[in-house]
């Protein structure tokens, strides 16, 4: 893996940028435990290229699910997921946009967006949607996780 930051950072260095070489940094760090070298990263990404639609969900993903609890913002995440899904409505940008809303307690947007997430083939709802549901429908869930209904295995 360090090979990868090493080359990752050779091309910008060299004067490469590109929001995948930032975004791909970003990942390369976050794999590795370096998390705020991954938000600089991810941030940087979305400053060249501010309406590209993989560096704002990578972002957005980040603020919402990093390991590091002082660097989540699941409210700026969902800003960030509205726009890349506005942009790019792809199932991993909805995925995202599930999330963020569904930490942000925006159930019904959460439920929509991960509606849109299912096939119709699919015989289990996406995982965020039932929790959604029941949250839209009794207001309860104000200190709720995505590990409280095992959402991580969205990751």
Not at 18 to 41: I, T, Y
Request: charged fraction near 20%; glycine fraction near 6%; include cysteine.
């Amino acid at each position: 893996m360090n090979e990868v930051i090493a080359c990752y950072r050779e091309a910008i260095k060299l004067g490469v940028n590109d929001a995948g070489v930032h975004a791909n940094l970003g990942n390369a760090f976050s794999r590795q435990g370096k998390f705020d070298e991954a938000l600089a990263s991810f941030r940087k990404a979305t400053e060249v290229a501010p309406q590209h639609a993989g560096a704002l969900n990578n972002l957005a993903w980040f603020l919402v699910t990093t390991k590091e609890v002082r660097l989540r913002d699941p409210r700026e995440g969902l800003v960030l997921a509205r726009r890349a899904a506005a942009i790019d409505p792809s199932w991993n940008n909805l995925d995202t946009l599930a999330e963020a809303a569904f930490l942000s307690q925006q159930w019904q947007e959460s439920l929509g967006a991960s509606r849109k997430l299912n096939r119709p083939d699919d015989i289990r709802p996406h995982p965020i949607a039932n929790a959604a549901q029941q949250f839209a429908t009794t207001g309860v869930g104000s200190s709720i996780s995505s590990a409280t209904i095992g959402a991580e295995s969205l990751e």
